[in-house]
C-alpha cells in the first residue's frame, strides 16, 4: 500500500495501532473489523491492501495503473466488499 501512495506521488500520513487485533478498537469502530491495513480517503474508507491498491490507482493513476486496478478487481469478483463509506459507519 505504501509502495502504491509513492507510486503515485501522493502525501499520507500513517497511524500506528496495536499488534492485538482485539486492542484495535479505533480500526473496529471505523471499518466494523479489525484487520489492517486502512485507507480512509475522503469519506471512503477501505481495507484488505490489494483492494486499497487497486482504489489508489483507478482514483489517482495514469491508465496503466487503472489497467493494473481492473485485474485487480477481477481477482475480487463476487468476493465481499472492503469497503465503505465513513457515512455508512456512523450509525454502527
Same mark, same amino acid.
Given at each position: ?6 507510486n ?8 500506528? %495501532?496495536? =499488534?492485538?487485533?482485539?486492542?484495535? *478498537?479505533?480500526?473496529?469502530?471505523? *471499518?466494523?473489523?479489525?484487520r *489492517? ?6 469519506? *471512503? ?7 486499497? %491498491?487497486?482504489?489508489? =490507482?483507478?482514483? =489517482? ?29 456512523s450509525?454502527?
Amino acid at each position: 500500500m505504501r509502495q502504491a501512495l509513492d507510486n503515485l506521488g501522493l502525501p499520507y500520513g500513517v497511524i500506528q %495501532v496495536p =499488534y492485538d487485533r482485539p486492542a484495535r *478498537t479505533a480500526v473496529a469502530e471505523l *471499518t466494523g473489523q479489525h484487520r *489492517t491495513p486502512v485507507l480512509v480517503d475522503g469519506g *471512503t474508507v477501505i481495507w484488505d491492501s490489494r483492494r486499497i %491498491v487497486s482504489y489508489l =490507482y483507478s482514483t =489517482y493513476g495514469d491508465e496503466d495503473m487503472r489497467e493494473r486496478a481492473r485485474e485487480l478487481d477481477a481477482e475480487f469478483a463476487g468476493s465481499e466488499p472492503d469497503l465503505c463509506s465513513l457515512e455508512d459507519r456512523s450509525d454502527a
